[in-house]
């Protein structure tokens, strides 16, 4: 069971947009900042969204993140086909002082 | 360009010890501020951190695996080793390392990953 819990899977038809929910407690996301990974079939994870809402260079704004007390958001509007992924929120935690993982989201397009 | 390649057994037999050598270049892990971390990915399952180890030597392990991970860099080589011992099939996976350019960022480059399967 991870620490950090997303919903197992969400679902969007092309144009749409979603949203992928990270809940935490304060030890995590209450205390520090939240990062996101997308992760396409077969290869290895890629940020997607740093410092709770940045992008790194190269990535659409079609993404976008947030971030209130101890919950995150990544919002992906105008969804594509090629967004259809598993999507994991990462931060620290203090108390544990390990890195968390939620259990990760697979997104279809439907 | 930063790269980071993970290399290490493809199969080892339960009980036996994993070692796994992250090479990487493009960067400095005595940068301060850099790390070096190591995830791993079961079949059809979610990720899961392992180990960090800091541009200053600190390191850091999950908690439910401290007592069989040891993470150690060789600056001079540009690679971070992982050693697990007692090694079990629910070890199989993908191992991943990643780097994080400073406090607070991501994992803003990851290497392509290793499989492990651990079978007698």
């Known amino acids: 069971q991870s620490v950090l819990t997303q919903p197992p899977s969400v679902s969007g038809t092309p144009g749409q947009r979603v949203t992928i929910s990270c809940s935490g407690t304060?030890?995590?996301?209450?205390?520090?900042?939240v990062n996101w990974y997308q992760q396409l079939p077969g290869t290895a994870p890629k940020l997607l969204i740093y410092?709770?809402?940045e992008r790194p260079s190269g990535v659409p704004d079609r993404f976008s993140g947030s971030k209130s007390g101890t919950s995150a958001s990544l919002g992906i509007s105008g969804l594509q086909s090629e967004d259809g992924a598993d999507y994991y929120c990462?931060?620290?935690?203090?108390?544990?002082?390990?890195?968390?993982f939620g259990g990760g989201t697979s997104l279809t397009v439907l | 360009q930063v790269t980071l390649k993970e290399s290490g057994p493809a199969l080892v037999k339960p009980t036996q010890t994993l070692t796994l050598t992250c090479t990487f270049s493009?960067?400095?892990?005595?940068?301060?501020?850099?790390?070096v971390n190591w995830v791993r990915q079961p079949p059809r399952r979610a990720l899961e951190w392992l180990a960090r180890?800091?541009?200053?030597?600190?390191?850091f392990y999950s908690t439910s695996l401290k007592t069989r991970l040891t993470i150690s860099k060789d600056t001079s080589k540009n690679q971070v080793v992982l050693i697990m011992t007692n090694m079990d099939p629910a070890d199989t996976g993908t191992y991943y390392c990643?780097?994080?350019?400073?406090?607070?960022?991501?994992?803003?480059?990851w290497g392509q990953g290793t499989t492990v399967t651990v079978s007698s």
């Open positions: 990643a780097r994080v350019p400073g406090e607070h960022y991501g994992m803003d480059v």
């Open positions: 493009g960067f400095s892990l005595t940068t301060r501020g850099m790390r």
């Open positions: 180890i800091d541009w200053d030597g600190d390191k």
């Open positions: 304060n030890s995590n996301i209450g205390s520090n900042t």
């Open positions: 410092l709770d809402d």
């Open positions: 990462a931060t620290w935690d203090e108390s544990l002082n390990v890195v968390v």
